[in-house]
């Protein structure tokens, strides 16, 4: 099984609702979101990286899904299984967490810690509806599609991890982007903002790769997309350093994981949702009748699959 075929079939196991960046669960005067996640070490992230860069990207994860779905962050739980490496390094991780917990106002309130061979993180984290949940399955045929920040630097930075990059030149990209990916940040204010705006249909994070997650988005809909790639927004000087340093923009900005940004659908026009917002978005395509994803190139149209992250792909 791929791990969409996975999540199909809990859905008929266990519920409909699951699907989404999160759960909406109704409770008095209001609802919450509830979502989590698990990192494993040498799936996830490697021993390499710093252990507080590993603790903020494990609640990171967690509060992006909480934009996606126009969450306000509550709570968290914070479950760890350590191997004597990580144990060693116990205070640098919890240290990190309540420093991120402060800078992104959510509370851990409780959790649990065991032994492992390999270190491995679950985050659970709650959520307040402020105003609507967003949720995957609201957008329609002809919906504009938008992007919240230019793709392609987690892409990069993955790429570049551990290498020695000498040229001064690409110091301060290679830095950007690494940190893209080690400490990527969750667009919770853009989130709570989407949610307020009626006009706003549908909304998803880009964790798996922007092709992978619009076909989430558009299987939830039941429509179909056609972006175009010029107007898809680039990672800062991407396109001029990728060659020396050997990346492939292509890659990185349609199939490249965690980037985190904000993918959604809006009946708005891009200057008047910008407006609204009062910060960029950017549109790159339209929501269409019929299924699948299209990327135009050169005014050629072409059939993009997806070809994001999955862990049981292969």
Same mark, same amino acid.
Request: with cysteine.
């Given at each position: 099984?791929?791990?969409?075929?996975?999540?199909?079939?809990?859905?008929?196991?266990?519920?409909?609702?699951?699907?989404?960046?999160?759960?909406?669960?109704?409770?008095?005067?209001?609802?919450?979101?509830?979502?989590?996640?698990?990192?494993?070490?040498?799936?996830?992230?490697?021993?390499?990286?710093?252990?507080?860069?590993?603790?903020?990207?494990?609640?990171?994860?967690?509060?992006?899904?909480?934009?996606?779905?126009?969450?306000?962050?509550?709570?968290?739980?914070?479950?760890?299984?350590?191997?004597?490496?990580?144990?060693?390094?116990?205070?640098?991780?919890?240290?990190?967490?309540?420093?991120?917990?402060?800078?992104?106002?959510?509370?851990?309130?409780? #959790?649990?810690?065991?032994?492992? $061979? *390999?270190?491995? /993180?679950? =985050?659970?984290?709650?959520?307040?509806?402020?105003? @609507?949940? !967003?949720?995957?399955?609201?957008?329609?045929?002809?919906?504009?599609?938008?992007?919240?920040?230019?793709?392609?630097?987690?892409?990069?930075?993955?790429?570049?991890?551990?290498?020695?990059?000498?040229?001064?030149?690409?110091?301060?990209?290679?830095?950007?982007?690494?940190?893209?990916?080690?400490?990527?940040?969750?667009?919770?204010?853009?989130?709570?903002?989407?949610?307020?705006?009626?006009?706003?249909?549908?909304?998803?994070?880009?964790?798996d790769g922007l092709s992978t997650d619009?076909?989430?988005?558009?299987?939830?809909? #039941?429509?179909?997309?056609?972006? $175009? *790639?010029?107007? /898809?927004? =680039?990672?800062?000087?991407?396109?001029?350093?990728? @060659?020396? !340093?050997?990346?492939?923009?292509?890659?990185?900005?349609?199939?490249?994981?965690?980037?985190?940004?904000?993918?959604?659908?809006?009946?708005?026009?891009?200057?008047?949702?910008?407006?609204?917002?009062?910060?960029?978005?950017?549109?790159?395509?339209?929501?269409?009748?019929?299924?699948?994803?299209?990327?135009?190139?050169?005014?050629?149209?072409?059939?993009?699959?997806?070809?994001?992250?999955?862990?049981?792909?292969?």
């Amino acid at each position: 099984m791929t791990e969409a075929q996975l999540v199909r079939r809990v859905r008929e196991l266990f519920s409909p609702r699951i699907g989404d960046d999160g759960a909406v669960v109704p409770v008095e005067n209001g609802s919450l979101v509830l979502t989590t996640d698990m990192l494993v070490e040498d799936v996830d992230f490697t021993r390499d990286l710093a252990l507080r860069f590993i603790a903020r990207k494990s609640l990171a994860v967690n509060l992006s899904d909480l934009a996606a779905m126009g969450a306000a962050p509550a709570y968290a739980l914070l479950a760890l299984a350590l191997p004597p490496w990580a144990l060693a390094g116990a205070e640098e991780m919890l240290t990190a967490y309540a420093e991120a917990a402060r800078q992104y106002g959510i509370e851990i309130i409780g #959790g649990d810690f065991s032994r492992a $061979e *390999k270190l491995t /993180i679950s =985050v659970t984290a709650i959520g307040r509806v402020v105003t @609507r949940p !967003l949720l995957r399955s609201g957008a329609k045929a002809g919906d504009r599609l938008y992007l919240s920040r230019p793709v392609g630097g987690s892409g990069a930075g993955f790429a570049l991890l551990g290498k020695d990059v000498a040229a001064y030149e690409h110091r301060e990209f290679v830095e950007s982007a690494i940190r893209r990916h080690v400490d990527p940040e969750p667009e919770l204010a853009l989130g709570l903002a989407l949610a307020g705006i009626p006009e706003v249909t549908s909304c998803i994070d880009v964790s798996d790769g922007l092709s992978t997650d619009l076909h989430h988005l558009c299987e939830a809909s #039941g429509c179909g997309a056609e972006i $175009e *790639k010029e107007r /898809i927004p =680039v990672f800062q000087e991407l396109p001029a350093y990728a @060659r020396t !340093l050997g990346i492939d923009v292509r890659e990185v900005v349609l199939h490249g994981g965690e980037e985190y940004a904000l993918l959604f659908t809006s009946t708005l026009r891009e200057s008047d949702l910008c407006q609204r917002l009062g910060r960029p978005v950017y549109a790159i395509g339209r929501m269409t009748r019929d299924a699948g994803v299209v990327l135009k190139d050169d005014g050629v149209a072409r059939p993009l699959t997806p070809g994001g992250f999955d862990h049981f792909g292969g």
